[in-house]
């Protein structure tokens, strides 16, 4: 094995290793987020896009050698088995597709890894950041539970305060009522008085008025006897 194979495997065992020690289900993700927010983390932020795209352009030029390498041995090895001159061709090839193949998944399986490693660090980042905000939002939601009962309490105080003050104000407003009333009927019955004396007075009126109206006629009536009379006078006079 090259060293650049040999490199490449390392990075796959290192790769094996680092996700098998995420999945361990005794390490909370909440541990990972403080180790992740390390100061050191944030210096070399800046360097890890660079880093990870560098490392997937090589993992992915090596697997396509690799892939490169087994397309070339596979058709040298269908060659050296039908040809019976060179007796240890046929091995020596077998032994190349096999360090092809061999390389082919290590480098294939590198990139696969790398990949699922960035991605279960984002969401074991993700994971943390939601049971932080749970963990808030719990508190948030007790918080409003006792604020909410409290309001309540003094709702319900506040309710009984107001039910004893409505009933002294209902038993003040009845007595102003009934004194309002006997002040009504009292008006009431004084008005009536007037507006039948005022009847009365008007009935009388009518009565002295009819009157006054037949004594006129009379007196009128007389007046003209006494004319045509005194024209009679008049006329033997003469």
């Known amino acids: 094995m090259t060293i650049q194979w040999a490199a490449v495997a390392s990075f796959l065992y290192a790769e094996i290793g680092l996700i098998v020690i995420f999945c361990l289900p005794f390490i909370p993700p909440q541990r990972w987020q403080k180790i992740f927010s390390f100061s050191v983390w944030g210096k070399i932020a800046s360097f890890w896009n660079k880093a990870f795209l560098t490392i997937i352009i090589l993992l992915i030029v090596l697997f396509l050698d690799a892939v490169r390498e087994v397309r070339k041995y596979s058709s040298i090895n269908v060659v050296e088995k039908n040809s019976a001159s060179r007796p240890g061709a046929f091995e020596h090839t077998q032994m190349k597709l096999f360090r092809s193949q061999r390389n082919l998944y290590i480098s294939g399986f590198s990139l696969f890894f790398w990949l699922v490693l960035r991605r279960l660090v984002t969401l074991i980042t993700q994971l ?111």
């Open 128 to 238: 943390a950041k939601e049971i932080s905000n749970k963990g808030v939002l719990k508190i948030q939601a007790e918080n409003t539970n006792k604020t909410a009962k409290k309001f309540m309490e003094e709702n319900e105080k506040l309710k009984l305060v107001l039910k004893n003050n409505d009933n002294a104000e209902e038993h003040i407003l009845e007595a102003e009522n009934k004194k309002l009333m006997e002040n009504l009927k009292t008006e009431l019955k004084k008005t009536s008085d007037a507006l039948f004396k005022a009847q009365n007075d008007v009935m009388t009126m009518k009565i002295q008025s009819e009157r006054l109206s037949k004594e006129y006629d009379r007196l009128l009536k007389e007046h003209s006897e006494l004319q045509n009379r005194l024209e009679k006078d008049k006329k033997k006079g003469l």
